[in-house]
């Protein structure tokens, strides 16, 4: 019996994911530059980016294997499909049978280990750098996330995603302090994982300093694009995940169609305040030595495991 | 006459003995080993597992063999727990066998035909620890394992350091062994009946219980590589041949966990619930410093080691999980964390041996172990590059393949285990769901780490442009293993089927009833949590396929080669990217200490600047040499006896005699 | 409404509390250690003025004035000016690293809960599970006060222990008699002031606030 609403919701989702993406990249971008006093180059702008990229010709290094040619693709694959996964629009997503939370978590690392190893294919010094800073980044944070999830698994009594928030959204407005603690130890990993200050500069040029952008330093052309894209998926998703847990409120119930069309401007109000918040978080911060970026990610597990023992205790 | 699957079994094992003793017809001849016996014997291995699988979901079947003393005969019993390692067994060494059919060359320390010997006789002696029914049996095929595996540890006896670790691993192994025969003896509660059948009847009080479990613990585990009696692994599996190696790491380490399993659920019947918390920290203990040292390392062979005693604390945390559920009598969680702990016990044996027997390519046609003399691999050597790849996702837990469904599993055993009547338990669960999340991405960590600095990037010596690939033999054995890791990956709701018998048999339930269907696994209820590989595959394979093909037809798919990025410094060169130790910088400087470091740096005056850092175990210099001290202390004390008079020696047996005399009056 | 949302509150407060004394623990920079502890002290006094409303006791309301004044602006202007004289503005050292501190002030929170589990289940108070956390934060201040090896740092460990007991107080026995309380209050200033004497002194001996410096004045 197939559910032809709920694969025409999952759809929908998905295509909004991928289309909206850079959008929210150039909302968190124009926020910055209205804070900084200075003006953007527009909301468009990392659409027209990616369309130049699109075009130019790929430059590969002579020794590029052919795990280097493939793995954006791959990345762009992985994170497509986490987007599809995380309920933005509605519950009844018939993907969540597939994939749950801890498989969401396993999607991510995918991501993360192809883009490491295509980091050390070329073999400069520059990729191998960021290869390491991004595991390094990546054996906290994860473990963060993952316990963060758990948290709101073990309040909702499933790691399914759609149970997840339908519970949350819908228990009576309580306040729960394990999902404040939760809640700071998400802010902090969603910064490491997307490459914002305080942990990385997205828009730096200094190598030395770089951690997600020494690992793209070799790619070109539309291979570029797709990774450009797939970052920008990235924020797009650790957000709608940010959105679905600690402030579920608007998402639609199944198969419900006049609820998936009012869902939509509330997501697209929530990101706007979510991205303008993350715009405020970075100018307020200044980015923090890369080996002080340990204990940032080891505050930041703590946190979450803080969250799942204060929730034992306390009983919500 | 209707042959039952126990003959058949036992028949196969003959096989091997045979064509072990068949190698000593020509112990010089490199093609008969490897052109006919090894073959054959893979194809036994093939039968072996083909006779166990259906025998996972038969009754029991016990025979007394023929064999052994008089009054002592060998007992041999075949359950769904024997039959399933026994199935575990036959698929590895399978694809193990066929690897060696190309790797063993001559003029390597040990003749061929020996090494056949020692190599089925291993193979032999570790499917009759799995299939003996008394202790006597037992520990008969336990010690032939542990000799037949110290011959092939040093078969390349040439060097020193390779016989140090091959007396490290006899020692080691011995110990275990001693303390395995206590066990036993504390098993049969004073009725003088080894058998384990009579063990079974038998229930013993809490007290010897506890310590025929924690004497279990102590040998199964030294055997196993658990903290703190582990220090023999990262010296043996280096030191012996790759093939040797994936077979010790792969599945002798599975015996252990089978024996434990089957002293502690088996053969004392119900467990106490604090034995899973000793089982679980010491569990969690050493995964997460096997993970943290594999970071470290510079060798690769040890680097996989380290990661078998992480994978082996996975686990002995799952089994103590185990333990703390039946203890408090909630059956179906036990079967879920049993489920977990036997499903990681065959992807680690598939995707460990996958490892080990890349790293045997590697070796052999680069003859280079250490980190910082190879790179750039994948170019002349793809088929062990790709295959490699698919166990260095396995390992690292990533969907879809295999290691993920067993690390799946076993989280979903911590977090829906409801409220334990102690309220530190209740702490406990979060405290260890962290741990393996942590212990999990540093597994992440330390395979980028291996497969980075293996096969990508540039190579680091300009011998290496030689290499060549594996040859035909050690491909089959490659995509075996690797075949196994993806289908073990994408049908779990299968393999779970497969091992509902077995936790049955020990936790008296099962959650295969609960499952929906072959596409999904949902082991509880479908709104809890639900995963399905296959589809999860589908749909990624789908979304990177459509969007090559979208970018293909509006764009142009026009490429340039050229150099890579240099930031304006010319001279670039292979030295340039990161070294192993380098790579492990980050892991050194969170986990300081976890380790024993000792730095010599250059002074501003040293013309020749060099700066070296050895990392040494922690535990062997807080457990190993103290003991090893008082050790010969107290042989020092004792040759006092040793006089070289013979009146001295005379008068010994008379005082003896005299006290005999006294004793008996 | 407020009975409804009150002992959340509460309990948000509290886990509020605890987050902001692991964030001292993890914190390198002196300046933002003083700010967390003014933190502290509001989060103590929006807790004991909302305790005083729930409860209807109105001794708490002075309590908590007394706390404000105290907590959020006399002291942490008094070490302030500390800072601002003895001209230290520098970054923290600890003696172990900062994730292994981390790690073991886990383990105390873990310790704090299980003894605190069977007296909150005792206590009909609107706060009972808070007494852990309580406990968790006094533990966890004086690990600060342990593992750093500046003067300031460990004072400021000194004053979160204090704040943590207090906290204890408003939840398992509805707050101190006031008695208790000033005197409470008066002998924690009066120690503020004797440090900072004895900080000059430290200085004075030794050129530098690092309290390792001490060990000097052993016999041998």
């Known amino acids: 019996m197939i559910n032809f609403a709920g694969i025409a919701a999952q759809f929908t989702e998905l295509m909004l994911a991928i289309l909206l993406a850079p959008l929210l990249t150039g909302w968190v971008n124009q926020c910055r530059a209205w804070l900084q006093n200075r003006r953007a180059p527009g909301l468009l702008q990392p659409y027209r980016n990616l369309n130049k990229l699109f075009r130019k010709e790929v430059v590969l290094a002579h020794n590029a294997s052919p795990l280097f040619r493939i793995a954006p693709y791959l990345i762009f694959g992985s994170l497509a499909l986490a987007a599809a996964i995380v309920p933005t629009l509605d519950i009844d997503l018939p993907l969540n049978a597939a994939a749950d939370a801890i498989a969401l978590v396993g999607l991510l690392a995918l991501a993360r280990l192809f883009i490491a190893l295509a980091a050390m294919d070329i073999g400069t010094a520059f990729g191998s750098l960021g290869a390491r800073r991004e595991m390094m980044v990546g054996f906290l944070a994860e473990p963060a996330l993952l316990m963060v999830l758990f948290t709101a698994s073990i309040i909702s009594g499933s790691t399914s995603l759609s149970t997840i928030v339908h519970t949350l959204a819908h228990k009576e407005f309580v306040i729960y302090p394990s999902m404040a603690f939760a809640g700071v130890a998400f802010t902090m990993v969603s910064l490491a994982e997307n490459a914002r200050i305080p942990v990385d500069n997205p828009a730096t040029h200094l190598e030395l300093t770089m951690i997600h952008e020494a690992m793209v330093l070799e790619y070109s052309g539309r291979h570029l694009a797709m990774i450009e894209w797939a970052a920008s998926l990235k924020l797009f998703v650790y957000s709608c995940m940010g959105l679905a847990l600690f402030f579920p409120f608007g998402v639609a119930e199944s198969g419900d169609w006049l609820g998936i069309v009012l869902a939509l401007p509330a997501l697209l109000l929530k990101l706007a305040i979510g991205g303008a918040a993350l715009a405020l978080i970075e100018i307020l911060s200044a980015k923090m030595r890369i080996f002080r970026a340990p204990e940032f990610l080891g505050t930041a597990f703590l946190f979450a495991v803080l969250a799942m023992l204060v929730h034992v205790l306390l009983g919500s | ?665 | 409404m407020l009975a409804h949302y009150g002992p959340q509150l509460v309990n948000l407060f509290a886990a509020v509390l605890l987050l902001l004394s692991f964030a001292m623990l993890s914190q390198r920079r002196m300046l933002s250690l003083i700010n967390l502890f003014a933190a502290q002290g509001f989060v103590l006094f929006l807790t004991t003025a909302l305790v005083g409303a729930l409860t209807g006791q109105h001794h708490l309301y002075w309590s908590a004035l007394v706390t404000l004044v105290l907590k959020v602006i006399v002291l942490p202007w008094i070490l302030h000016r500390l800072i601002r004289k003895l001209n230290v503005k520098w970054d923290v050292e600890t003696l172990i690293n900062i994730p292994v501190t981390m790690l073991v002030g886990i383990v105390l929170v873990v310790l704090a809960f299980n003894l605190a589990l069977p007296i909150s289940q005792l206590s009909g108070t609107v706060i009972r599970a808070t007494l852990g956390i309580a406990l968790a934060s006094v533990l966890l201040s004086f690990l600060m006060m342990i593992t750093r090896s500046k003067a300031i740092p460990q004072v400021i460990g000194f004053l979160a222990m204090e704040n943590g007991l207090f906290f204890a107080a408003t939840g398992a026995v509805y707050g101190m008699p006031m008695v208790v309380e000033l005197g409470v209050a008066l002998d924690v200033l009066v120690g503020a002031l004797i440090l900072g004497v004895f900080l000059f002194q430290i200085r004075e001996r030794f050129d530098s606030l690092d309290t390792r410096h001490l060990e000097r004045l052993k016999e041998h």
């Open chain 2, 1 to 665: 006459m209707h042959l039952n699957s126990l003959d058949a079994a036992l028949g196969l094992v003959s096989v091997w003995v045979g064509l072990g003793l068949a190698g000593l017809l020509a112990p010089s001849s490199i093609r008969l080993v490897s052109r006919v016996l090894f073959p054959i014997g893979a194809l036994t291995g093939l039968a072996l597992a083909a006779v166990a699988l259906p025998a996972i979901f038969e009754p029991a079947v016990a025979r007394v063999l023929p064999l052994g003393l008089p009054d002592l005969p060998f007992h041999a019993r075949l359950d769904a727990l024997s039959a399933f390692f026994l199935l575990l067994l036959g698929a590895v060494s399978a694809g193990v066998s066929l690897f060696a059919c190309g790797y063993f060359r001559k003029g390597e320390g040990t003749p061929p035909g020996l090494q056949g010997l020692y190599y089925h006789l291993f193979l032999a002696s570790m499917a009759l620890v799995l299939l003996a029914d008394d202790a006597y049996f037992f520990m008969v095929s336990w010690e032939s394992m542990a000799l037949s595996s110290y011959f092939l540890v040093t078969s390349d006896h040439r060097h020193a350091e390779i016989r140090r670790a091959g007396y490290l691993y006899l020692l080691m192994a011995h110990l275990g062994a001693i303390s395995i025969l206590l066990c036993f003896g504390a098993l049969q509660s004073g009725t003088g009946n080894y058998t384990f059948q009579a063990m079974r009847e038998v229930a013993p009080s809490a007290g010897w219980a506890s310590v025929a479990f924690l004497l279990a613990l102590v040998g199964f585990g030294g055997k196993a590589g658990l903290l703190p009696l582990h220090a023999w692994l990262p010296e043996a599996h280096p030191a012996a041949p790759s093939p040797v190696s994936a077979l010790m790491s792969g599945v002798m380490l599975k015996t252990a966990i089978y024996g434990v399993l089957r002293v502690t659920l088996d053969l004392i019947g119900f467990p106490l619930w604090w034995w899973g918390v000793v089982a679980l920290a010491a569990g969690l203990l050493s995964a997460l410093y096997g993970a943290v040292y594999a970071a470290v390392q510079t060798d690769m062979k040890r680097l996989l080691a380290y990661s078998s005693i992480e994978n082996v604390g996975l686990i002995i945390a799952g089994f103590g999980l185990t333990l703390l559920f039946r203890g408090f009598g909630m059956n179906a969680l036990a079967a879920l964390a049993l489920t977990a702990t036997l499903y990681h016990c065959l992807n680690h044996a598939f995707f460990k041996s996958l490892l080990f027997l890349a790293t045997g390519s590697v070796l052999h046609s680069t003859s280079e172990r250490s980190l910082g003399r190879l790179g750039g691999l994948i170019h002349r050597m793809p088929w062990v590059a790709w295959t490699a790849l698919v166990g260095t996702i396995a390992i690292a837990g990533l969907p879809p393949l295999n290691g993920f469904v067993s690390e799946w599993l076993l989280l979903q055993a911590f977090l829906f285990s409801p409220g334990l009547p102690h309220s530190y338990l209740n702490m406990l669960v979060p405290i260890a769901a962290a741990s393996i999340a942590l212990t999990a991405a540093l597994s992440g960590y330390v395979m980028v780490k291996f497969y980075g600095v293996v096969f990508l990037g540039q190579p680091r010596e300009p011998r290496l442009a030689e290499a060549h690939d594996a040859g035909p033999w050690e491909r089959v054995g490659l995509l075996w293993l690797a075949a196994a890791c993806v289908v073990l990956g994408l049908v779990p709701a299968a393999v779970i089927g497969m091992l509902d018998p077995v936790t049955r048999l020990l936790a008296s339930s099962g959650i295969a009833g609960l499952a929906r269907g072959w596409l999904f696994l949902a082991p509880i209820a479908p709104q809890r949590a639900s995963y399905s590989p296959l589809l999860f595959f589908v749909l990624t394979a789908l979304l990177v396929a459509l969007a090559w093909l979208a970018v293909r037809a509006f764009y142009h798919g026009r490429v340039r080669r050229s150099r890579p990025w240099d930031c304006g410094f010319p001279g670039l060169d292979a030295r340039m990217q990161d070294t192993a130790e380098g790579f492990g910088q980050p892991v050194r400087h969170v986990f300081e200490p976890f380790f024993r470091i000792e730095r010599s740096a250059p002074t501003p005056q040293d013309v020749r600047p060099r700066y070296r850092e050895v990392i040494d175990d922690r535990i062997w210099h807080w457990l190993y040499l103290p003991l090893a001290r008082g050790v010969e202390k107290l042989t020092a004390l004792v040759t006092v006896l040793q006089r070289g008079r013979i009146s001295v020696y005379l008068m010994y047996s008379f005082v003896t005699l005299l006290v005999l005399l006294f004793l008996v009056r």
